[in-house]
T-cell receptor, first 116, second 112 residues
């Protein structure tokens, strides 16, 4: 149980295009999901907290107009990187909490984004 | 806000030896402390967690200890195996819907 999936697993795009990444909880429902980015050999940095049915809460320094987050259902959150640039190239990882309780966060396998 | 320090940044052990990774946190209100294992190119996998009402927790070869007074917690891996080689992250949070704050990670190498 407690499986989180991400799609796509990797994406290469041209500078200026937008990329959408999906995060799904497969066997539980999640009112809260989190989006992280991770640069090579570094730790996970929280970008935003995604709340089902309401606006996401962004961390300081993260542009909400560039990283659009939508949590339309209890099993799906999406992150759209708008007008992507090479500096947005990174490993994006989501996590989800089971709404039935507990603090455990289950992580997805990550999406590697390369912007040319 | 919370700040989590993790040491060492790299650790090499011989197969069969024990490995210990230590973390300290700054927010006395933090009450949930998970440990994640991340293999190359994959997402983090929860390996063990501990809550503030418990001082120690063990799961087979893995154990975590928590000292709330000193605000530090440690991961202990016994009888290490090559497949234990990975990056390990500690984290802390106030529980509920509050986000995790991660340490910078420890790259563990188990030498056969």
């Amino acid at each position: 149980g407690a499986v989180v999936s991400q799609h796509p697993s990797w994406v290469i795009c041209k500078s200026g295009t937008s990329v959408k990444i999906e995060c799904r909880s497969l066997d539980f429902q999640a009112t809260t999901m989190f989006w992280y980015r991770q640069f090579p050999k570094q730790s996970l940095m929280l970008m935003a907290t995604s709340n089902e049915g309401s606006k996401a809460t962004y961390e300081q320094g993260v542009e909400k107009d560039k990283f659009l987050i939508n949590h339309a259902s209890l099993t799906l959150s999406t992150l759209t990187v708008t007008s992507a640039h090479p500096e947005d190239s990174s490993f994006y990882i989501c996590s989800a909490r089971d709404m039935r309780g507990g603090e455990t966060q289950y992580f997805g396998p990550g999406t590697r984004l390369l912007v040319l | 806000g919370e700040n989590v320090e993790q040491h060492p940044s790299t650790l090499s052990v011989q197969e069969g030896d024990s490995a210990v990774i230590k973390c300290t946190y700054s927010d006395s209100a933090s009450n949930y402390f998970p440990w994640y294992k991340q293999e190359l190119g994959k997402g983090p996998q929860l390996i063990i967690d501990i809550r503030s009402n418990v001082g120690e927790k063990k799961d087979q070869r893995i154990a975590v200890t928590l000292n709330k007074t000193a605000k530090h917690f440690s991961l202990h891996i016994t009888e290490t195996q090559p497949e234990d080689s990975a990056v390990y992250f500690c984290a802390a949070s106030r529980g509920g819907n509050t986000p995790l704050v991660f340490g910078k990670g420890t790259r563990l190498s188990v030498i056969a």
